[in-house]
Structures are given as C-alpha cells and as structure tokens.
C-alpha cells in the first residue's frame, strides 16, 4: 500500500469510489470521467504501478477478475481492455488499472 496513492486508497476504502466487484486480488469500481456508457477500473490490490511491473501469480487473477466484471456488466459481446503505461501512452494514476469500456462504438487505432 502507497498512502500517497489514490487507487490504493480507494482498495482500502479510505477513499469512496463505486466499486461493482471484488475479490482477494482485485478490485473493480466506476471510472469518475466515464469515456463510455459502460466504463470500470479494474486494480490490483496490491500497489503495482503499472503492467510492466506485475508479478506472475497476479496475471491469472486479474485476467478473472476482468472477465467476472464483464459477465457482471453483461458486455461480453462488445467491449475494449486498455491499460496505459507511462504519460506518452497516456497514463495519469500510477497503480496498475484495466480500462472495461463497452456501450458505444470504438474507433481504431487509438487516438
Ligand atoms: P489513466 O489515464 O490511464 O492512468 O487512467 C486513470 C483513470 O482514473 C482516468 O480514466 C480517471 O478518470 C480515473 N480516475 C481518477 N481518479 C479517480 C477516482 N477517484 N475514482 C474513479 N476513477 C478515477
């Protein structure tokens, strides 16, 4: 845990957030500027700051946890995972997040 880390505060639940799933590994809640109809976080509980740095044993549950919040939203049949490494790629919180993002249509590539 990174006290400084607002993703690490929403996991402990010192900072509100609204969160949708949740398990032993992670934790799942509402993006505040939505891009989408359907716009969710996905975080380990654990402070990593970005893909490149995530241990072995988590890469399984986060992928579950993922595709337990897409059953749960019932976007299965159309839906974008993105996560941001470093500014350039545009991120912005520093705690490992998965992008769910369903409910409109996608442009490619990225802007
Ligand atoms: P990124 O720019 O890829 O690092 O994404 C960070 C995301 O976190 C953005 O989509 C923000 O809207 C979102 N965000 C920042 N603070 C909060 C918060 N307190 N609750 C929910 N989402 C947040």
Not at 90 to 107: A, E, K, P
């Amino acid at each position: 845990m990174s006290e400084q880390c607002i993703f690490c505060n929403i996991a402990q639940g010192s900072i509100p957030a609204q969160v949708i799933y949740q398990d032993e590994a992670a934790i799942a809640f509402r993006d505040i500027n939505p891009q989408a109809p359907v716009h969710v976080l996905v975080i380990p509980r654990l402070h990593v700051p970005s893909i490149a740095e995530l241990p072995d044993q988590l890469c399984h549950p986060l992928l579950h946890a993922i595709n337990a919040v897409v059953r749960q939203e019932g976007i299965a049949a159309s839906y974008r995972v993105v996560t941001n490494v470093g500014p350039a790629a545009g991120q912005s919180v520093f705690h490992l997040h998965f992008h769910v993002l369903s409910g409109r249509t996608f442009s490619w590539p990225p802007g």
